[in-house]
């Protein structure tokens, strides 16, 4: 599978260190917001991964500059089966437009993203005719939360007749926030008192001044995050059941809590129970991020060659290993 990676922040980089690992995928292109690179036989990780923040894989050999980086994957046309969208979607509109324009340049492949947005996963569901229509493929949600732990509750919810409750309680440790610097500015959108918008015009520096407040920590309740909309589609249970919240600290590499989703649920003899699912401690959020997205833009490009078309969320489908 020829894979394009847009967006070489902190997940871009890491799922392209991935790809590389992988024998059954190879990075054909990498796209940031002042350049791209392209080369069919393998753009190497190392040399992105090297890339710092606030410079451009347009500084890589084979790099090119342009303002219109993601015009220029769509061009490439045939030459890419998968794409992963590690762009910020801020604001949420902006996937979703991302999006539009490959349908609208007779792109015909295979798509994931790791959405968080409730509000921006609907419009994608929205997209769902025109993806058909353009024979592409596009699964969506398919990081951590929403991603790993959304298809975790769909399949814990096989042992109940009845789902009562679903928990996301995540833990996320980064030794800086500017590695990740969309997700920390989606992350305090959902604190009280923020919106996208609001996030989204903050400087660097009132970003280092507000985390400095707590020490580097967030800690966020009832976020407005997609596992509801996409359990509530896969017939799991209402999205009003479905709370999700964390802790993210930026100071450091350890996960501040364990992240565990525990699904509650009543058998078919009447039993209350609940199934948790927990994730290592020592993996971190690039790699329970990246490994499911690789993985389901596995099972779209495996959906593609079959001829099903449309947009599907992550807990709709399994997502396939990558050899
Ligand atoms: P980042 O800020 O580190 O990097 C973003 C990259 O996108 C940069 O390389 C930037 O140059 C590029 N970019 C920005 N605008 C662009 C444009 N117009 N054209 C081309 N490239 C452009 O981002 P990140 O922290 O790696 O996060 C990426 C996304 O992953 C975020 O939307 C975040 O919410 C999502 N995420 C999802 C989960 C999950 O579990 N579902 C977890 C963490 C992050």
Same mark, same amino acid.
């Given at each position: 599978? =020829?894979?394009?990676?847009?967006?070489?922040?902190?997940?871009?980089?890491?799922?392209?260190?991935?790809? $590389?690992?992988?024998? $059954? +995928? +190879?990075?054909?292109?990498?796209?940031?917001?002042?350049? @791209?690179?392209?080369? #069919?036989?393998?753009?190497?990780?190392?040399?992105?991964?090297?890339?710092?923040?606030?410079?451009?894989?347009? !500084?890589?050999?084979?790099?090119?500059?342009?303002?219109?980086?993601?015009?220029?994957?769509?061009?490439?046309?045939?030459?890419?089966?998968?794409?992963?969208?590690?762009?910020?979607?801020? #604001?949420? $509109? @902006?996937?979703?437009?991302?999006?539009? &324009?490959?349908? $609208?340049?007779?792109? =015909?492949?295979?798509?994931?993203?790791?959405?968080?947005?409730? &509000?921006?996963?609907?419009?994608? /569901?929205?997209?769902?005719? &025109?993806?058909?229509?353009?024979?592409?493929?596009?699964? *969506?949600?398919?990081?951590?939360?929403?991603?790993?732990?959304?298809?975790?509750?769909?399949?814990?919810?096989? %042992?109940?007749?009845?789902?009562?409750?679903?928990?996301?309680?995540?833990?996320?440790?980064?030794?800086?926030?500017?590695?990740?610097?969309?997700?920390?500015?989606?992350?305090?959108?959902?604190?009280?008192?923020?919106?996208?918008? =609001?996030?989204?015009?903050?400087?660097?520096?009132?970003?280092?001044?507000?985390?400095?407040?707590?020490?580097?920590?967030? *800690?966020?309740?009832?976020?407005?995050?997609?596992?509801?909309?996409?359990? !509530?589609?896969?017939?799991?249970? !209402? &999205?009003?059941?479905?709370?999700?919240?964390?802790?993210?600290? *930026?100071?450091?590499?350890?996960?501040?809590?364990?992240?565990?989703?525990?699904?509650?649920?009543?058998?078919?003899?009447?039993?209350?129970?609940?199934?948790? @699912?927990?994730?290592?401690? !020592?993996? %971190?959020?690039?790699?329970?991020?990246?490994?499911?997205?690789?993985?389901?833009?596995?099972?779209?490009?495996?959906?593609?060659?079959?001829?099903?078309?449309?947009? /599907?969320? %992550?807990?709709?489908?399994?997502?396939?290993?990558?050899?």
């Amino acid at each position: 599978m =020829r894979v394009a990676i847009l967006g070489a922040g902190g997940l871009g980089k890491a799922a392209a260190q991935i790809v $590389e690992c992988k024998d $059954e +995928t +190879t990075l054909v292109a990498v796209a940031d917001a002042s350049g @791209f690179v392209y080369d #069919p036989a393998g753009v190497p990780a190392g040399a992105v991964a090297q890339v710092k923040v606030g410079g451009s894989v347009a !500084e890589l050999p084979t790099g090119q500059a342009t303002e219109d980086s993601i015009g220029e994957i769509i061009r490439l046309g045939e030459q890419i089966d998968g794409v992963f969208l590690a762009l910020p979607n801020l #604001p949420n $509109e @902006f996937i979703p437009g991302v999006v539009t &324009r490959f349908i $609208e340049g007779g792109f =015909r492949g295979s798509f994931v993203d790791a959405l968080k947005r409730t &509000r921006a996963m609907e419009m994608m /569901f929205d997209l769902d005719e &025109r993806m058909r229509a353009a024979e592409c493929v596009y699964l *969506t949600g398919c990081g951590a939360t929403p991603g790993l732990l959304t298809a975790a509750a769909a399949l814990a919810a096989q %042992s109940f007749v009845k789902v009562e409750k679903v928990d996301i309680w995540w833990g996320v440790g980064i030794a800086r926030w500017d590695d990740y610097k969309a997700t920390i500015r989606e992350d305090i959108a959902h604190l009280p008192g923020y919106d996208v918008e =609001r996030a989204k015009a903050m400087s660097d520096a009132e970003v280092d001044s507000l985390l400095a407040q707590t020490e580097g920590k967030l *800690t966020l309740h009832e976020m407005e995050h997609a596992d509801d909309v996409m359990l !509530e589609r896969a017939g799991v249970i !209402e &999205r009003d059941a479905v709370h999700v919240g964390g802790v993210m600290d *930026t100071r450091s590499a350890q996960k501040p809590v364990s992240t565990t989703m525990t699904l509650t649920g009543i058998t078919f003899e009447g039993k209350r129970s609940q199934h948790k @699912f927990i994730l290592g401690d !020592e993996t %971190s959020m690039a790699a329970n991020v990246c490994g499911p997205a690789l993985g389901y833009l596995k099972r779209a490009h495996w959906l593609h060659q079959r001829g099903v078309y449309g947009v /599907f969320g %992550s807990a709709e489908m399994m997502p396939m290993v990558v050899k």
